[in-house]
C-alpha cells in the first residue's frame, strides 16, 4: 500500500467518524454528552482538514471547477424553497 492510498483511506475514515459525531451531536439528550461530541467532531474536522491539505498538496486530491450554468441551474431549482 503506497502513502496516497493510507491517506486517502484516513480521510474516508475521518469523513466517517465526523458523520457520527455530528449525529452524536445532533441526537444527544444532555448537554454534557453533546459537549462531548461536539469537541470530538471539531478534533476531527481538524483532522479532515490537515489531511485534505496534505493530500492537495501533493496533488492527490484534485477539486474540479463547478460549471456556472449548472450552479445557477441548482439555485433555481432551491430558491423557491425559503
Not at 2 to 14: G, H, K, Q, S, Y
Not at 25 to 54: C, G, H, P, W
Request: some cysteine.
Amino acid at each position: 500500500m503506497d502513502d496516497r492510498c493510507i491517506m486517502e483511506n484516513m480521510l474516508l475514515t475521518t469523513k466517517g467518524v465526523c458523520d457520527l459525531y455530528l449525529h452524536g451531536t445532533i441526537e444527544s439528550s444532555t448537554s454534557n454528552v453533546r459537549d462531548a461530541f461536539d469537541q470530538a467532531l471539531n478534533s476531527s474536522l481538524e483532522m479532515q482538514d490537515e489531511l485534505y491539505k496534505k493530500m492537495s498538496s501533493k496533488g492527490w486530491y484534485n477539486m474540479e471547477q463547478a460549471d456556472s450554468m449548472q450552479i445557477q441551474k441548482v439555485k433555481n431549482q432551491y430558491s423557491g424553497m425559503a
